[in-house]
C-alpha cells in the first residue's frame, strides 16, 4: 500500500469515529498518520523479502509484529536472525492464493486477536 493510500485510509479511519462522537467535542489536535498507526495494534504480512525487509523497518518504529511466508526468508536466516516479533509460516505465500492467504490470516489472526493485518499487495501490473 502506497504511503497516499495508507494516509488516506488512516483519514477515513479518524473521520468515521469522530462522525461517531455525540454532543460538544473539542477538535482534535492534527496528528501524522504515522501517530494514528503507533495507536493501534498491528501486525504485517511481508510476502517478498523486501516487503519483508520494509515491513521490519516500520515494526522496528512501531513495535507491530510481522509474519512472512517460507519465500520472504530462508529457514537458515530466519533461525539466525535475532529480530524480536517476527513469526515465519513454513509455506510459501508468494503464489498468492487465496485459500493460502485465507489460512495464513486465520493463523495470524488467532494470536493477534483484533488486531489490524496490514498485507503486502503486488503492485499494479501496467
Not at 462522537?21 to 523479502?49: D, H, N, W
Not at 512472512?68 to 508468494?94: H, I, M, N, P
Request: charged share 25%; glycine share 4%; proline share 3%.
Amino acid at each position: 500500500m502506497t504511503e497516499f493510500a495508507v494516509q488516506t485510509h488512516l483519514a477515513a479511519i479518524a473521520k468515521s469515529s469522530r462522525s461517531q462522537a455525540t454532543g460538544y467535542s473539542r477538535p482534535e489536535p492534527a496528528t501524522s498518520s504515522l501517530q494514528i498507526i503507533l495507536e493501534k495494534s498491528m501486525v504485517f504480512l511481508a510476502i517478498t523479502p523486501k516487503g519483508l525487509k520494509n515491513a521490519l523497518r516500520e515494526a522496528a518504529r512501531s513495535g507491530a509484529a510481522v509474519w512472512c511466508g517460507a519465500d520472504a526468508v530462508s529457514e537458515e536466516d530466519f533461525d539466525t536472525s535475532k529480530v524480536r516479533g517476527l513469526t515465519r509460516f513454513d509455506y510459501q505465500l508468494q503464489a498468492r492464493d487465496l485459500l493460502i492467504l485465507a489460512d495464513a490470516l486465520d493463523t495470524i489472526d488467532q494470536h493477534h486477536p483484533g488486531e489490524v493485518v496490514w498485507v503486502e499487495a503486488a503492485a499494479a501490473e501496467r
